[in-house]
């Protein structure tokens, strides 16, 4: 092979995967058996083989049991907005995750007590082993799963305080600065990070994603005077959203 030249396999998906994307493929159409690509290619078994795998763990196809190999519908990648904090009050949690104020959603929520592991002790400036308040959300749009997220909060701070339990008591589901605030903690920061990963099995179950898919995750941390009050793993399917920013300019 080449300098540059691609393996048998890679082209042999882009040519697939060029014809998904404009249409001669449409969504629904039984991809060519894996007979009928080794004839059409000139391949080997082998090589029409990979070519498939490729494009399911692009999520262009997918295997349907008995039947064969499918195109996915592509659909329509659905905005995200994140802006960072909102001071002004009845920021509920769907609202501080989907900031577009013409969206609207859903969600559910379980809060456990959980010992810090390294990672999140780091993140809290707090040691490893000390109690936090872990809450996990499955954000929905229209009945549809769009989001999950997991939160950590050092119960140092918010332990036997009425803001205890994230989604209980008189500030319950009103947000973290909104919350922070009914104990007195004024949140003045927050920072984001943004990367991608393949999806965990039990993540893409809970998203109706297929195995392999990529997400994004938005790793989140809101401060008061420079202390963590709180940090998230907001974990987004990235073939379903984008996600977009709107920040001030000073």
């Known amino acids: 092979m080449t ?15 060029k014809k998904i994307v404009d249409g001669s493929l449409p969504p629904h159409t039984r991809l060519p058996s894996q007979a ?6 000139g391949v080997s078994d082998t090589v029409a083989l990979e070519a498939r795998k490729v494009l399911m763990a692009e999520g262009l196809v997918e295997g349907r049991s008995g039947s064969g190999t499918y195109v996915r519908e592509r659909p329509v990648p659905r905005p995200v907005a994140r802006s960072g904090y909102r001071p002004a009050g009845g920021a509920s949690p769907f609202r501080q995750e989907q900031a577009d104020e013409k969206a609207r959603g859903t969600w559910e929520s379980r809060s456990e007590q959980a010992e810090a592991d390294p990672e999140i002790a780091e993140r809290l400036r707090i040691e490893p082993g000390d ?10 749009e229209a009945g549809e799963p769009m989001m999950l997220s997991t939160s950590w909060e050092p119960l140092a701070l918010t332990g036997r305080t009425p803001v205890m339990l994230p989604e209980e008591g008189p500030l319950g589901g009103m ?5 922070m605030a009914g104990i007195d903690v004024v949140v003045d920061n927050v920072t984001e990070e943004v990367s ?19 997400v ?18 907001v974990v987004v399917p990235a073939d379903r959203y984008r996600v977009s920013y709107h920040l001030p300019v000073r």
């Not at 994004?216 to 793993?233: H, K, N, Q, Y």
């Open 175 to 179: 947000g973290v600065v909104d919350r």
């Open 216 to 233: 994004l995750v938005i790793r989140r941390t809101f401060f008061a005077s420079g202390r963590p009050v709180e940090t998230a793993d």
């Open 131 to 140: 109690r936090v308040m872990r809450t996990r959300y499955v954000f929905r």
């Open 3 to 17: 300098f540059g030249e691609q393996p048998a396999y890679l082209r042999v998906a882009g040519d697939l995967r």
């Open 36 to 41: 009928r690509i080794r004839e059409e290619y």
């Open 196 to 214: 991608a990963r393949p999806g965990l099995a039990e993540e893409l179950l809970e998203l109706g994603g297929v195995p392999g898919h990529v």
